[in-house]
């Protein structure tokens, strides 16, 4: 399984972008799919997930109510829609997809077993 993360940019405080997060096989309907950012000198932080079956979404408290996640199957594709989007949100983004994660794990980096390649988001002030 290969992931394909895209869409990150420089962009203003306040404005949006969206980052998609493709898969090279029909996976988004039975993996869990996790969006994770890293930005320099921190760890890897969670920022949302959508499950597999349920399609329940779970997100950070840094970005609930600004940032959605959402996935369309049939594109094989995962989507993190960003709205009035803050400096502190400046990261590289990375998607993740893992088959058997259970939901008290849904939030932790490790738990995930395939990762994108990162997009860079940079929000300026």
């Known amino acids: 399984v290969q992931l394909q993360a895209c869409g990150g940019g420089l962009v203003q405080a306040g404005d949006s972008l969206r980052l998609s997060c493709a898969a090279s096989a029909r996976i988004f309907s039975t993996y869990t799919v996790g969006w994770f950012r890293q930005s320099p000198g921190k760890e890897r932080e969670f920022v949302a997930a959508?499950?597999?079956?349920?399609?329940?979404?779970y997100y950070a408290d840094s970005v609930k109510g600004r940032f959605t996640i959402s996935k369309d199957n049939a594109k094989n594709t995962v989507y993190l829609q960003m709205v009035s989007l803050k400096p502190e949100d400046t990261a590289v983004y990375y998607c993740?997809?893992?088959?058997?994660?259970?939901?008290?794990?849904?939030?932790?980096?490790?738990?995930?077993?395939?990762w994108g390649q990162g997009t860079q988001v940079t929000v300026s002030s």
């Open positions: 993740a997809a893992s088959y058997g994660i259970i939901l008290s794990q849904i939030r932790i980096a490790q738990q995930y077993n395939y």
């Open positions: 959508i499950r597999r079956n349920s399609g329940h979404t």
